[in-house]
Structures are given as C-alpha cells and as structure tokens.
C-alpha cells in the first residue's frame, strides 16, 4: 500500500470543525505572506482565465480590475500558467484576489512589516535547534509549547582523535538538520550567511526581541543567538594546539525519530579535514570583528583561534579530508580551495594583515567564475568574494574589485531573467534537486548583495519573488516553512517534531522541496508515480528526506532574504535583562479566596526562576454579587472538550495512488461516535463527497467511495470526524494523489 500523508493548517483545520471551508481556489497561487506596498505583486493561475479582481476584505469592495498576461507553459510542473499583476494597486490592507471563473486567492496583506514575523520565526528556528539545553516555546498560533529538557550533555569522546575515550565539552551549537548531530562545514556557509546578514542589515536587525535567553550578556538577540553556534565550534579544535578542527561531532549512526534528550549514544569528536579547519578559521574571524563591541576578551578568543587555524593551513596546503569510516551519519565531504579562499578574506577583513590580502587575492584572479549563481554548502567562493567587495579597507586590486562586480552583477541579471520566463517567478528557473528551497533563497542573497553596490529595483522584486515563491506562489499553492502561510509542511524531515506528542510541527523551518527526477530518496522512489514533472516530487511526508527535511545551512539564506525586507522595528527605551532560562510561557497556579459583595481585591503572585529573574504579576479583580460567594482564579489556557470517549486512528485511503475510479476509507474508531462524517475536498477546499455514518461501533471500518464525477490528476484530502454527545470529537485529515494513468485493479 502506497500512502501519501498530507496536512491542512492549523486555520484550515479550525475551519473545517467550525465555519465550514475556507473560500480560497488552490488554482490561485500568490505569496501568504503578502505584499510591500510599492513592490511587484503578483500571482499564479494554472487554469485558463482572463479577468482579476483585488477585493478588501473588510467590505468586499473591488479596490483594483485588471487583465491576466499571455500563459505561459511551465514545464518543470506541467502547466499553463496565466499570471495576474497588481503591482500598481499601493494601498496598505488585507485583500484577496478573485479570479473570474476561477475562485478566489487566499486572504493576504499589503504592509510594510508583511515579513516581520517570518523574519522572527526563521531565527526562532535557530534557538529551537539549540544543543546541549532546555529549549521552550510557546507558539501563539497554534497555542503549543515546543520544548524539550537538556540533551546530549555528554559531548564529545576525543576516541577518534586521540585514540582514548577521553570526555572533552563539546556542548552548545544547534543540531544540524532533521538529525541531532553537528557539523562543522554545514555550520560554515550558516554562520557566513547569517553573520553577513548581520553585517548588511545591522540597522533593521539589531533591536528586534527573539525573545532567547540571555547566554551572551549584552549582545543584541540576534546575536545572542550566533554566539551559541560559535561557543560550541570553539570546542572543536585539536586539543593538541596544532589548530587543526574536527570535522564534526557525532554519534556513529542517525537517532530514531525520537526527541533530543532520548538520543543517549555516545558522541565523538571525528577526526580533522582541511575543508572544516577553513570553516572554523572563516567563522571565527567574522566572530571576532562583529562580537568584539559586546565582549572584547572574547572576540580576542576567537581571532586567536582563527589564526592558529589559519597557520596550520598555511603549512599545510595539502588538502585533507576525515576519517568517517566508522560513522554513518552525515558526511559534507568537499574539497577545500573554497573555503581556504574564504578564510583568508574574513582573516584580512577582520586584522587588516596584508598577507592574508595577498591570499585571497592570489586564489580570486585564478577562479572563473567570481560568483556561482546556485551555491550552496559544498563552495563557499560566494562568501569570500562578497566580503572582499563589502570591505572598506584600503589595499584592494582595483581590477578584481571591478571583475568580481561585474561577474556579481551579470550573476543577478541572469537570476532577474529566468525569474522574468518563469511562470512562479522562481529565480531558481526549472533547476530542482536536494534542498533547492534553500538555493532559492541564496539567489536572494546574491540579489540583494548586487543591490547594494549597484542599485535595480529587478534586483529587489526578484529577491520578493524568491521569498514567495517559498511562501506559496508554486504549483502546490502551499508555504514550504512549517507554520507559516498557507497550508505549510506538517510532517518534515525533524525528529522533535516527530518525537513530541503535538500533531503540529515545530514551527518556522525551511523543507528542502522537490528533489526533481534524479535525486530523490528511497521513500519517494517507491512511493510516487514515475514521469512526473521535476517540480512535482515534494511530497510532506517525514520519510522523504530528499524533499522534507530542514537544515540549517537552508535555514541561514531564508532569514537572509527576509532580513532585507523587514519593517524597521521602534528603538525599545528599556533594555530587559533576563539572567538564567525564563519560565514558561505558561503559569498555572490556582488562587481561590472569599469575598464580599461590591469588594475590589488586588493579589499580587511573585515567581522567583533560578538564577535570578524574578517575575512579580498583579491581578486586578472587581467583583458584585450577592450573598458571600467564593471565586477561584485559574489562569490557564481554555479546556479543551474531554474526548476520551471517541478516537480515531489508523485512518487512510486504498489504493494511494488512485485512478480515481474507487477510494476504499479504512479507520479505526476507539470508544462510540453517534455520528461520524467523511468529506472528500480538492486541495483548493472544495468539498466533493460526503457522507454521514450514525452509531458507529468501536473496530476497523471501511467505507468505499466510487465517485460520479471524474477526479482530475492531482492531490485530494479527506476529512474523518467522529463525534460522541457534546463530550467526545476526533478528527482526522489525510490526503491521496490521483494519477488517471494507473491501471483499473
């Protein structure tokens, strides 16, 4: 049996048990997030069409008509694309677009601060994969706690370093990906990326509230955070003093999908390679320019490291990878000529050394290109040229100056281009394969790079169109960051999201995307239809890790891109200074007292949370009643209705793939449901089928639907719930995918 698990948001969800169906057509497709006033403002329609209308919300008044453009024929998804341009219409609101004869867009928003909070969740991201601590927080959109104790406090065994099973600290840092384990050339292009992020947009970034406890006192948040990644690589380097880095730290085989703090195998230091001692040295060199306002002796500390790293490589030209023959856990094996160029920029950037110029000089004038237009973690080239031309110092080859700008600037035109034939306007083109999302997204690191030495406003709409494209302009019509915008992943590639106990991913993480043909992974090779287009092989499935997994090294570009876009936020005229862990979002104690009629009381509740924050809360309650009655106080979240006496599970459709001519439903109701319903809706939530099942017995029941329509290729979702009086609801959500091609069984 083949089964493709799909989940509909967090609104959608809510919609169904309460209001009925969201309006929103899955055939047109714009980015959830929404719109800058004065940028491009576009959307997709893969059905043939001719008028739009923007409709405001507030009083369904059409605010702007226009026409759709000439379609275009997307190959990489199959389709014929019209897309419709509202660019014109500037007026800040919440709107949707309807599209004649088509349905209606999702609602979104023209504003300025349209990416503050995708801005916000991208880096909380970064704090929910902290190792080595308690991690918490409380998610206002769904209304879960995300949070796990201390974990993997045992870093690291030095055994494959020294040949003894020595404990050294190796603690702090994030987890990698959708595993735990961490590596030192993944956290090269992450840290450049988001350190060059700070570099950048320093002004708009610096004063926004992560809310992240404070381990790095006096540091911006955004900072704060950096510096718990760059804490951890310090522990990296050979305890020896040659300045040569381990590659990563790691158990010898991936953990089960389990949380963080079950992870109880033991952890190594893995032997050095030359590509890592390149990172490391980059790394902290940035580290130490950008952390020495906030702590000098620090910023000493790791320019120390860098340039004992730094001679080692120097000495050592040879390139040399690790030992990993006892390991099977991610590798990031890569030569080392990019990251050694690399190194020696940020190493001249950082000291001003005129041998470190030379360095890099030398390795610049021999490499063609100057700039990659799709990069990624395995040739940082990128970093080492933009922090040469970003310099302010002096020394500089005005003819390499001038050659790498051109080159960066051809670079842009080009992603401008095939964003401009693209029927999505994905700057990436019909390029698909293993973590492209977060290629996307570095086009929009290199756009706005370019925009800054040679301003175009192509530059800037294109770097929008990246952003969303990831957000839901795409043949899914779906955001591909969990929690965020319209129907986004549900079941990543993550073991904390599919170690807890909440139906809801942990939120704000960047998928992968389609793989396309050639690289997909042994979930999808045997679970998807063969020949599809390149752009259909996502599929939200946590098995299919060369489409749904996260990474932070695709994390680090999508804060990026969204950092050039944030609304500056207000200068805050206090500085909050928390020392320790916080508390939970949560406080739940219950106060009860007797009063009197027409009495105003104040209690007053003081929480001290080691080490040293205290949190003191007034509550103010004014009361009349008569006769003496007794109040009892209890804030916490609302109850949720006792459901014990109906569950649902095992629920899933038969055959998956389907031709469409029948869909067996198989679930298992656990207790009694007085009535159970079954409703079948395309992905754009229309409802197709449904049907109404009264007093449903506990056991395994099937119910077959040969559907009097005939279903167009594409996914379907299907909605079980069970109810059981007013004290029992289970619901369940689920997907299939039909493809007419497949045989009649």
């Known amino acids: 049996m083949k089964h493709i698990r799909i989940f509909i948001s967090t609104l959608a969800i809510s919609l169904l048990a309460v209001t009925g169906l969201f309006s929103a057509d899955t055939d ?21 069409c001719t008028n739009f209308s923007l409709i405001r919300v507030s009083d369904a008044a059409a605010v702007y008509t226009g026409t759709v453009g000439v379609p275009i024929t997307a190959t990489d998804s199959g389709e014929t694309v019209s897309i419709a341009d509202f660019s014109a219409y500037t007026t800040p609101g919440t709107y949707y677009l309807n599209v004649a004869g088509v349905g209606n867009s999702s609602n979104f928003n023209i504003a300025d601060d349209a990416y503050n909070n995708a801005f916000y969740m991208s880096m909380k991201a970064f704090y929910l994969w902290r190792c080595g601590t308690a991690v918490s927080y409380f998610y206002p959109k769904d209304g879960n706690t995300y949070t796990h104790p201390a974990c993997h406090t045992g870093d690291g065994d030095l055994f494959y370093v020294t040949g003894a099973h020595t404990i050294s600290n190796s603690t702090k840092g994030w987890h990698d990906a959708g595993d735990y384990n961490k590596y030192v050339v993944n ?98 060199a940035m580290a130490s320019r950008i952390f020495q306002p906030y702590d000098a002796a620090y910023a000493a500390t790791c320019l120390n490291a860098a340039v004992s790293s730094y001679s080692y490589l120097a000495a050592n030209t040879a390139y040399q990878a690790a030992d990993q023959s006892a390991f099977n856990t ?30 890099f000089e030398a390795s610049a004038n021999i490499v063609i290109p100057k700039i990659d237009t799709d990069w990624g973690w395995g040739n940082v080239k990128n970093l080492g040229m933009f922090t040469y031309l970003f310099s302010s110092r002096s020394g500089r080859n005005a003819a390499l100056v001038a050659n790498i700008t051109t080159v960066l600037n051809t670079s842009a035109n080009s992603i401008v281009a095939t964003r401009n034939a693209h029927a999505y306007g994905r700057p990436l083109g019909t390029s698909y394969y293993w973590g492209c999302n977060g290629a996307v997204a570095l086009q929009a690191m290199i756009l706005q790079i370019a925009n800054r030495f040679s301003p175009n406003v192509n530059y800037t709409n294109t770097a929008l169109d990246a952003i969303g494209y990831l957000f839901g302009r795409n043949t899914f019509d779906r955001s591909f960051v969990t929690g965020l915008g319209i129907n986004p992943p549900m079941n990543p590639h993550h073991r904390p999201s599919a170690g807890d106990s909440i139906i809801n991913p942990w939120p704000g993480y960047l998928v992968g995307g389609s793989p396309g043909r050639n690289n997909q992974d042994t979930y999808e090779s045997a679970n998807l239809p063969t020949g599809l287009p390149a752009a259909q092989y996502w599929v939200d499935v946590q098995a299919a890790y060369s489409a749904n997994e996260v990474a932070i090294n695709w994390q680090a570009p999508l804060v990026y891109a969204l950092a050039g876009f944030i609304k500056d936020p207000p200068t805050p005229t206090a500085t909050a200074t928390i020392t320790g862990t916080p508390p939970t979002p949560t406080i739940t104690p219950t ?27 007034t509550i103010t309650q004014t009361w009349t009643a008569s006769p003496t009655f007794t109040v009892t106080l209890t804030p916490t979240s609302t109850p949720v209705p006792d459901a014990k006496l109906i569950r649902l599970s095992q629920c899933f459709s038969y055959p998956n793939p389907t ?54 290729n594409g996914l379907y979702y299907y909605a079980i719930e069970g109810t059981n009086g007013t004290s029992g609801v289970s619901r369940h959500i689920e997907a299939f995918f039909v493809n007419r091609e497949i045989p009649t069984p």
Do not use: C
């Open 187 to 284: 956290a090269g292009v992450t840290m450049g990326t988001l350190f060059m992020a700070w570099e950048m947009f320093q002004s708009k970034i610096q004063t926004i509230t992560l809310d992240v406890p404070n381990t790095a006192n006096g540091y911006p948040d955004f900072l704060k955070e950096l510096k718990w990644e760059t804490d951890w690589l310090l522990t990296m380097a050979y305890p020896d003093g040659t300045g040569r880095v381990s590659h990563k730290m790691s158990a010898i085989n991936f953990d089960a999908f389990e949380l963080p703090q079950f992870e109880t195998a033991q952890r190594y230091f893995v032997s050095f390679s030359t590509s890592a001692t390149a990172d490391f040295t980059a790394i902290l």
């Open 330 to 359: 991610g590798t990031y094996i890569t030569t080392d000529s990019d990251d050694r160029l690399w190194a020696a920029a940020e190493m001249w950037e950082t000291t001003g050394n005129a041998t470190y110029l030379a360095d």
């Open 659 to 712: 031709n469409g001519s029948k869909i067996t439903f198989i679930f298992t109701v656990t207790g009694f449901a007085d009535k159970l319903t079954i409703s079948v809706y395309t992905f754009g939530e229309r409802k197709i089928y449904s049907i109404v099942r009264e007093k449903v017995a506990q056991g395994t029941h099937t119910e077959v639907w040969a559907p009097s329509m005939r279903l167009a």
């Open 591 to 617: 106060i009860t007292g007797t009063y009197t009629p027409t009495a105003t009381g104040t209690i007053t509740q003081t929480h001290t949370v080691s080490p040293t924050m205290s949190n003191t809360r």
């Open 28 to 48: 047109v497709r714009l980015n959830s997030l929404g719109f800058l006033p004065n940028n491009d403002k576009r959307a997709s329609i893969d059905v043939a």
